[in-house]
């Protein structure tokens, strides 16, 4: 009979993938195990961890898959929406390094968006300019003050 191998494999994310595998590693062997898996082997790879288990019909695997302590594990991953592979077959030394990704800024990503600020305005001088008709001047003989009643 042949055996089958899985993989899990876990990324680093907000915690290192080493912090998952020690605190879920026994457990996750301890089910496989108990629902028939022949062997098992920890991989570290550059930027996380990768659980290759061998089980010998596919019904193992997917009763040890649907375990309430494995979909626990999984979701409980550093990242588990961008570092977390599950697939047929034995990975993590086997495959090609894959370069190592860029860190992702914490939190949501969300910032205030700065209001924009009008300049202020500028104050310019007045331009002066010729009046239309040009002022005579006027004699002092035009010009009678007369007395206030």
């Given at each position: 009979?042949?055996?089958?191998?899985?993989?899990?494999?876990?990324?680093?994310?907000?915690?290192?993938?080493?912090?998952?595998?020690?605190?879920y590693g026994e457990a996750l062997l301890e089910?496989?195990?108990?629902?028939?898996?022949?062997?098992?082997?920890?991989?570290?790879?550059?930027?996380?961890?990768?659980?290759?288990?061998?089980?010998?019909?596919?019904?193992?695997?997917?009763?040890?898959?649907a375990l309430p302590v494995v979909t626990a594990?999984?979701?409980?991953?550093?990242?588990?929406?961008?570092?977390?592979?599950?697939?047929?077959?034995?990975?993590?030394?086997?495959?090609?390094?894959?370069?190592?990704?860029?860190?992702?800024?914490?939190?949501?990503?969300?910032?205030?968006?700065?209001?924009?600020v009008e300049p202020p305005p500028v104050a310019?001088?007045?331009?002066?300019?010729?009046?239309?008709?040009?002022?005579?001047?006027?004699?002092?003989?035009?010009?009678?003050?007369?007395?206030?009643?």
């Amino acid at each position: 009979m042949s055996m089958r191998w899985w993989s899990i494999e876990v990324r680093d994310g907000v915690l290192p993938a080493q912090r998952w595998k020690d605190g879920y590693g026994e457990a996750l062997l301890e089910a496989a195990i108990t629902n028939g898996a022949r062997r098992w082997e920890w991989t570290v790879i550059p930027g996380g961890v990768v659980l290759e288990v061998a089980f010998r019909e596919s019904e193992e695997w997917e009763r040890f898959r649907a375990l309430p302590v494995v979909t626990a594990a999984l979701d409980a991953t550093p990242d588990p929406v961008n570092g977390l592979y599950v697939y047929p077959g034995r990975g993590g030394n086997a495959s090609a390094r894959s370069p190592k990704r860029k860190p992702r800024p914490t939190g949501a990503g969300a910032a205030a968006v700065p209001i924009p600020v009008e300049p202020p305005p500028v104050a310019r001088l007045a331009v002066t300019e010729p009046p239309a008709e040009p002022i005579v001047a006027g004699s002092p003989a035009s010009f009678t003050l007369e007395p206030a009643a």
